[in-house]
């Protein structure tokens, strides 16, 4: 029987998510302490930057009490949209990588990249582009760990923070995580926690080594979830997204175009992203739409394909041939939409762009 590939599981850490989303909006408050949370002296921190925490700030603090800690913080009273909008980009950029993607929080996303396949990606390469791709496309900074379990992965991005990667090799990971502390076991309770930490038992490795039992008699019917988490065993597989009904790409334009040219280049970062979300289901799209926006008025052109498309260069040159019209006058141009529906997989690769006659010799 053919052995099963090792399990190579993603963790992404975009916490504390708020502040990320804060930063990607405005970059002047990269490095500077930042409060997110509504109201003035009765309102309440729902999320504090690395530098707020450092001078004591944490979240469900009153606000009030945090700018007496950190004077000198910024404090933005949160933008609700704004959060969802881009925790549903991070999900769709996820989603370009593997069907396999688990968002436990605004916070965390679990990526399975397990290969399944001869042409499957390497992981290592593919994190390194999720963590590229997050910044580069929006603006967020991320933690990324690699290893086979969740737990192991979780433990390496946070050790990878604020912004880097960390790879768990196989034969060292047992051994990395009997060293790491209690604290980083979800499923364990703070009171769990000081019951064993006084017993001495104050790491993975050693509450490990107690075995079942003894757990049990420590801290409950909690020890069987907490052993399971503490040896990555029995996890349930990250599950597989369903098929996109239809796949929605926007962009508001921060810097006022100057000619058709720059919304055509708009068109197509859109395009290659529609893609990308098309390629993990094998999908193809029969119907393309594109949006554009002038202040409150929307403009809009649909096109029906003769042939599905969901290679990136296609999808882009028939949105280009849709927009022709739309883009001049550039003036008053605020956003961009592509919109693919009538999705359905296909055996083939259908393309604009077929491979050159081979002239005869």
């Known amino acids: 029987m053919k052995a099963r590939p090792r399990r190579s599981i993603v963790h992404v850490d975009l916490a504390p998510f708020f502040v990320a989303v804060e930063r990607s909006l405005d970059p002047a408050l990269r490095g500077k302490p930042v409060v997110v949370g509504a109201g003035s002296g009765l309102g309440r921190v729902a999320a504090a ?6 001078a004591g700030v944490v979240p469900g603090m009153p606000l009030s009490a945090a700018l007496q800690l950190c004077p000198e913080a910024v404090v ?3 933008d609700l949209d704004a959060y969802a909008r881009v925790s549903e980009e991070v999900t769709s950029l996820l989603l370009g990588h593997s069907r396999r993607v688990e968002r436990p929080s605004a916070d965390e996303a679990y990526v399975d990249l397990t ?3 001869p042409n499957s990606p390497n992981p290592v390469p593919a994190a390194e582009s999720i963590k590229d791709e997050l910044q580069r496309r929006l603006g967020l900074d991320a933690s990324i760990g690699v290893g086979s379990s969740r737990i192991a992965a979780r433990v390496a991005s946070r050790l990878a923070r604020p912004r880097g990667l960390l790879v768990l090799l196989p034969g060292y990971e047992a051994s990395f995580l009997a060293r790491q502390p209690l ?10 926690e000081a019951t064993l930490a006084a017993h001495d038992i104050d790491t993975i490795g050693a509450l490990l080594d107690l075995g079942s039992a003894r757990l049990h008699g420590l801290i409950g019917p909690l020890a069987q979830r907490v052993l399971e988490e503490a ?3 029995a996890e349930a597989p990250i599950p597989v997204a369903a098929p996109p009904q239809a796949i929605q790409e926007d962009v508001q334009l921060r810097v006022r175009p100057t000619g058709a040219e720059d919304l055509e280049r708009v068109l197509d970062a859109l ?7 098309l390629r993990p289901f094998g999908l193809r799209a029969a119907t393309l739409t594109v949006d554009l926006r002038r202040g409150a008025a929307l403009e809009r052109r649909n096109v029906t394909l003769a042939v599905p498309l969901g290679d990136e260069r296609s999808i882009a040159e028939v949105a280009r041939q849709a927009a022709a019209s739309l883009l001049e006058p550039v003036a008053g141009v605020r956003g961009l939409g592509l919109r693919l529906g009538r999705l359905a997989p296909a055996t083939a690769q259908a ?4 491979p050159p006659t081979r002239l005869a010799r």
Do not use: H, T, W
């Open 271 to 277: 395009a290659a992203r529609a893609a990308r979300r």
């Open 231 to 233: 040896s990555g065993e």
């Open 115 to 117: 290969p399944e396949g």
């Open 76 to 78: 933005r009273p949160g």
């Open 351 to 354: 393309s604009l762009f077929p």
């Open 49 to 54: 930057s690395d530098e707020a925490r450092a």
């Open 183 to 192: 604290g980083q076991l979800a499923s364990l309770p703070p009171s769990a």
